[in-house]
């Protein structure tokens, strides 16, 4: 490394707080699948921002809208109304069939106030005794670090020494719909889940699962909400990754790729039902629906669905999909994935996966690691069958090698 580079890391660890664990290169630039660090070095980028960058790295068409609109008005706060709000909830809502958006910042932020929407129809609408309500949620989850969400977690990095949490969740197993079943009291209002289990390594759940989920939630009137924060927006081939059963969900929850990488926008979608309990003054963002996010996400949603993002992430994904299942090395245990959402789980006497993410990363590919022995792969929804292809001969020869 560079005298920049180690100059750059050091000042970074000397002043920040030691909450993640970077892969070494520091990037500067990036431009559709690829970024380049400070020296000039090209990767591959096989993360996406966690699939926030799926549209690619600095689309040009969701930059001029960035543009453009900060030029002309970036915030007013929803204490008056904007040009661009009132579009922005009509594009999404016809995308996604929807009957009312809340429009939130972060992922995380989607989620709390999902489970606070969920909770209040539970009591003014549901009936369920005032502070009874219940949401199901399932273990190994992954819905944010705000406090109120990994109060559920299952992940002891995120809980310890972060208690007292808030009451009122039941962990379940993830994919076993009789534990659903089992869990679902009077007083449930809600099942939160994400459709594939991404930062827990692309968990897959059996075929047939969420028609079961939707049918149990249908029946005992309790709201499904699906966290497709990641998933959703075309990275599993599909717009949403419930429409892999032919379900709706009663709350979807998007992110990440709702503004391409450019600016925090998250959208928590719902029924005129769930949503509707919401009164002024009751829950609300200074900056959730600023014309600066409105103009960003109609441009990222547009790209998405008008350059064909989402059928090309089908096609890409099957590839991808098919070439790291034939690669033959005795240190893979498993591969996973549905579209661009894909992992290579290592078996543990491989070494981390961490290993592997650094080998890779000296062939001009960034992937990150997860739960140890896992590698995830997910790049933008723009990438080429070349670019796949390059990317399998590179995984190969590194997979092969033994680094525990």
Not at 22 to 39: F, H, N, Q, T
Request: glycine share 10%; charged share 20%.
């Amino acid at each position: 490394m560079s005298s920049s580079v180690i100059d750059l890391v050091a000042t970074e660890a000397r002043f920040g707080a030691h909450n993640y664990e970077p892969i070494g290169a520091v990037l500067s630039r990036g431009e559709g699948v690829w970024v380049w660090d400070i020296e000039g070095n090209r990767y591959l980028d096989c993360l996406s921002a966690y699939s926030a960058v799926s549209q690619g790295h600095c689309h040009p068409k969701i930059l001029a809208a960035m543009v453009e609109q900060a030029q002309r008005l970036t915030l007013t706060s929803r204490a008056f109304h904007n040009d661009q709000l009132a579009l922005f909830y009509e594009e999404i809502a016809a995308l996604t069939g929807s009957h009312k958006v809340l429009p939130m910042n972060s992922g995380a932020e989607a989620v709390e106030s999902a489970i606070k929407s969920v909770r209040k129809w539970g009591y003014e609408v549901k009936g369920v005794p005032d502070g009874q309500a219940e949401i199901i949620v399932c273990a190994n989850n992954f819905h944010g670090r705000t406090l109120g969400i990994v109060g559920f977690s299952t992940d002891p990095e995120t809980r310890t020494h972060f208690g007292p949490f808030a009451p009122g969740f039941k962990i379940i197993p993830f994919g076993d719909a009789a534990a659903l079943e089992d869990a679902i009291t009077p007083n449930t209002v809600a099942f939160l889940v994400e459709p594939i289990q991404d930062e827990a390594g692309v968990i897959i759940p059996p075929a047939g699962y969420f028609t079961e989920v939707r049918q149990l939630c249908t029946a005992n009137n309790v709201m499904l909400v699906l966290d497709e924060i990641q998933t959703g927006l075309g990275r599993t081939g599909k717009l949403l990754a419930e429409q892999h059963e032919g379900i709706e969900a009663d709350v979807t929850l998007l992110g990440k790729a709702l503004s391409g990488g450019f600016y925090p926008v998250s959208a928590v979608l719902s029924n005129n039902e769930v949503l509707g309990t919401l009164r002024p003054g009751q829950h609300g963002s200074t900056f959730g629906g600023n014309p600066l996010a409105c103009a960003v996400a109609r441009a990222a949603i547009r790209v998405l669905v008008e350059e064909g993002m989402i059928e090309n992430a089908a096609r890409q994904g099957a590839r991808f999909l098919e070439g790291l299942k034939d690669i033959r090395a005795n240190t893979i245990r498993e591969v996973r994935g549905r579209g661009l959402m894909l992992a290579v789980e290592l078996h543990p006497e491989a070494g981390r996966a961490r290993r592997y993410c650094e080998a890779l990363q000296g062939k001009g590919i960034l992937a990150k690691d997860t739960h140890e022995h896992t590698i995830r792969i997910a790049p933008p929804l723009v990438i080429t069958s070349d670019q796949v292809d390059w990317a399998l001969e590179r995984l190969a020869t590194t997979l092969t090698q033994d680094l525990s």
